[in-house]
Nanobody
Framework: QVQLVESGGGLVQPGGSLRLSCVAS????????MGWYRQAPGKERELVAR???????NYADSVKGRFTITRDNDKNTVYLQMNSLKPEDTAVYYC??????????WGQGTQVTVSS
């Protein structure tokens, strides 16, 4: 079982920045994939950015060049640095992890609101 705890969401003006953090209850070396998804009201949950299998990093086209995913292995933490935020980035952001055995885990979500 993997527990994920997110933090760092909030209200920010358009053009602003936020950094989300996701702390895993196990070593992230034991996790096959780890990253961030988001879900806006009335929309399906979508991939934002993740560290995939084989060392591949994936980004949604809508966030490329603005968001950066990083990791701190010693802290079992993955971060999402979000710059140049737009109102359409408003959503609940969820941390996701997939084990080597293909079990999927989700955090509780953190709200990001981009509004003037």
């Amino acid at each position: 079982q993997v527990q994920l705890v997110e933090s760092g969401g909030g209200l920010v003006q358009p053009g602003g920045s936020l950094r989300l953090s996701c702390v895993a209850s196990v070593s992230i070396f034991s996790i096959a994939t780890m990253g961030w998804y988001r879900q806006a009201p009335g929309k399906e949950r979508e991939l934002v950015a993740r560290f995939g299998r084989g060392g591949v990093t994936n980004y949604a086209d809508s966030v490329k060049g603005r968001f950066t995913i990083t990791r701190d292995n010693d802290k079992n933490t993955v971060y999402l640095q979000m710059n140049s935020l737009k109102p359409e980035d408003t959503a609940v952001y969820y941390c996701n992890a997939e084990s080597i055995g293909n079990n999927r885990y989700w955090g509780q979500g953190t709200q990001v609101t981009v509004s003037s």
